[in-house]
């Protein structure tokens, strides 16, 4: 008689029983699958140099695949139907097989021979590959059957396949598709509740988004994800003005209510807009005109802030909030590009110049900055050091002691740094996929000169290193002016 268990579990998974008889334990199965134990044990050689290891592995899991494509000895029926249509797709199984790897089918199968599923068409088209990866323990993934497949290794409880999958949207984020995939990896990995794909999504959008609004994805985000993302101070995008205008595209394109627009619109920092596309966005964008009542007052602020110097701004306005912070900005205003061939050669220097912040008033004020790289730095606790006992010897250091190190300094301080310091941002890109794109970021305050952790784990004396392209290292220094309330004056 079935259980209140496998009741439930029929209703969940979506299976209509067969009539229950007797199952049989498949002897060719089992035999198999002994087979398979014994391949891979190793064995205790104990000393003894006439003792090896015959192993057959491959030859084994070639049979276990001929086992399902043939259904010798199956004991099992899977009936497959996709939704929304009167397709059936049937499987000739062993329900050892299945039950070894999945505790969903193992409860179905109890005393059951004939089971028949309920799949969407993606997964319903798959189906057969992920039986596959049941017998053989391998599968073959393409960007567009990374959903599916992960709904259905989650679906039966396939953990293995289920981190396998994950672990392979991870390091495709970069990976060329004509429509675009991490968005929807975002909403799917939202839905399942997994928030280290969601993590890991939201960084590459977040480290790429001047890339991603210029692609058709960017119509396929979703009004929770355009506002987390608005949130965000490591946005990495050409200026302010770039995601305002891929802001109002959006909007044009989804035509949301009222309340979200406006949510959206007051996320723009408009400080961070020089005065004179302030001006225009007034009159040439009609979802500004439309909305302008909404964000009226932050835009009068942001022309105060243009208007006035920043010390004398910050004595009657709070400026420690989002809203005079720049993101991080592509533009030459806000830094450069440093590509050092051969990064593991010899040290490297280089100087650029930033504007001194984002007012306005400083706009012909300009900050010299000096850079040094070092590929094989070496801490105090591992230089070498002199010992007169051993005749001026020194302690034997490795070259692979040392780390890259990258030191970033104002050439010359200035009075105009009063109630302003920088945050310095270091984005490094590398090649995945014939596509190059921002993996790492650095930041760091104007207090340290250095970033402390800054390539740790680049081994650049590879050419093959995912951290260089043809054999260089491709840096973008960002220059971020943060302000600071000073006295505030009553009012």
């Excluded at 533009?331 to 984002?358: E, K, M």
């Amino acid at each position: 008689m079935d259980t209140l268990k496998d009741r439930a579990m029929a209703k969940v998974i979506g299976v209509r029983r067969a009539t229950p008889r007797r199952w049989t334990c498949s002897l060719a199965a089992l035999s198999l699958l002994c087979l398979a134990v014994q391949a891979v044990q190793k064995a205790d050689l104990g000393g003894d140099s006439t003792v090896a290891t015959i192993n057959h592995s491959l030859s084994l899991l070639q049979r276990l695949q001929e086992l399902l494509h043939n259904g010798n000895a199956s004991d099992t029926t899977l009936r497959v139907r996709t939704a929304g249509s009167d397709e059936i797709k049937v499987f000739h199984t062993h329900q050892l097989m299945l039950s070894l790897q999945s505790e969903i089918f193992e409860s179905l199968l109890h005393n059951q021979t004939l089971l028949t599923l309920h799949e969407p068409p993606d997964s319903a088209a798959l189906f057969e590959k992920f039986i596959r990866y049941l017998y053989c323990g391998e599968i073959s993934i393409l960007l567009h059957q990374a959903i599916p497949l992960h709904r259905l290794a989650s679906k039966y409880h396939v953990s293995s396949l289920q981190r396998g999958v994950a672990e392979y949207m991870k390091s495709h984020l970069a990976s060329d598709s004509s429509q675009g995939h991490v968005v929807s990896w975002y909403h799917y990995a939202v839905r399942i509740g997994d928030e280290a794909l969601q993590e890991s999504c939201l960084q590459f959008l977040a480290w790429n988004l001047s890339a991603v609004m210029s692609t058709a994805e960017w119509a396929s985000v979703s009004i929770d994800l355009l506002l987390l993302l608005l949130e965000r101070s490591d946005l990495v995008l050409q200026s302010e003005l770039e995601l305002y205008t891929a802001v109002e595209e959006w909007v044009a394109t989804h035509q949301p209510e009222s309340p979200i627009v406006e949510k959206m619109l007051r996320a723009v920092r408009y400080p961070m807009i020089s005065p004179s596309h302030l001006f225009h966005l007034q009159k040439q964008s009609s979802v500004m005109v439309k909305h302008y009542n909404a964000v009226q007052d932050l835009l009068f602020q942001a022309f105060q802030f243009h208007s006035a110097s920043p010390i004398h701004f910050a004595k009657y306005f709070d400026v420690n909030c989002s809203m005079f912070l720049p993101r991080n900005y592509l533009s030459t205003s806000w830094g450069s590009q440093w590509v050092i061939n051969n990064p593991a050669r010899d040290d490297r220097s280089t100087s650029f110049q930033t504007q001194l912040g984002p007012s306005n008033h400083d706009s012909s004020k300009r900050v010299t900055w000096n850079v040094l790289f070092s590929p094989r730095w070496l801490p105090v606790s591992l230089r070498p050091v002199y010992s007169d006992s051993v005749s001026g010897a020194i302690q034997s250091i490795r070259i692979e002691d040392g780390r890259p190190r990258l030191v970033i300094t104002p050439a010359t301080t200035s009075s105009d740094f009063a109630g302003v310091s920088f945050q310095k941002t270091i984005l490094v890109g590398v090649k995945q996929h014939g596509k190059v794109f921002v993996k790492h970021a650095y930041s760091f305050h104007q207090s340290t000169d250095e970033v402390a952790d800054f390539l740790m784990h680049a081994d650049l004396q590879k050419r093959t290193s995912e951290y260089l392209i043809d054999n260089s290292l491709h840096l973008h220094i960002i220059i971020k002016p943060v302000y600071h309330s000073l006295i505030k004056v009553k009012k």
